[in-house]
Nanobody, 122 residues
Framework: QVQLVESGGGLVQAGGSLRLSCAAS??????MGWFRQAPGKEREFVAA????????YYADSVKGRFTISRDNAKNDFYLQMNSLKPGDTAVYYC?????????????????WGQGTQVTVSS
């Protein structure tokens, strides 16, 4: 059974850091991504990483502050979030797809975690 489980969310002050983790089980995925959804807004792309980890992509709003990485030996991947802002407050979801092509589209990821809340206070 395929399962993605996020962890690492929480409450942090503006300027602080959090590291989200996503543990994948059931199969090996090619492309992994992080998305987020704030109250009243659509789910949006945050970051994605290729199988090798050599290709990474970021939303403009997080570029330079967030870093996506993966550990294929553990089938885990991560999102290091630094210099957090109140605007980063959202539920963060990890997502996975089998296609080698990296994508920023939510409808191209068939596998999703349950989400973890990140709240940044001002």
């Amino acid at each position: 059974q395929v399962q993605l489980v996020e962890s690492g969310g929480g409450l942090v002050q503006a300027g602080g850091s959090l590291r989200l983790s996503c543990a994948a089980s059931g199969r090996t995925f090619s492309t992994m991504g992080w998305f987020r959804q704030a109250p009243g807004k659509e789910r949006e792309f945050v970051a994605a990483i290729s199988w090798s980890g050599g290709d990474t992509y970021y939303a403009d709003s997080v570029k330079g502050r967030f870093t996506i990485s993966r550990d294929n030996a553990k089938n885990d991947f991560y999102l290091q979030m630094n210099s957090l802002k109140p605007g980063d407050t959202a539920v963060y979801y990890c997502a996975a797809r089998l296609n080698l092509r990296t994508s920023r589209r939510t409808d191209e990821y068939p596998y999703w975690g349950q989400g973890t809340q990140v709240t940044v206070s001002s």
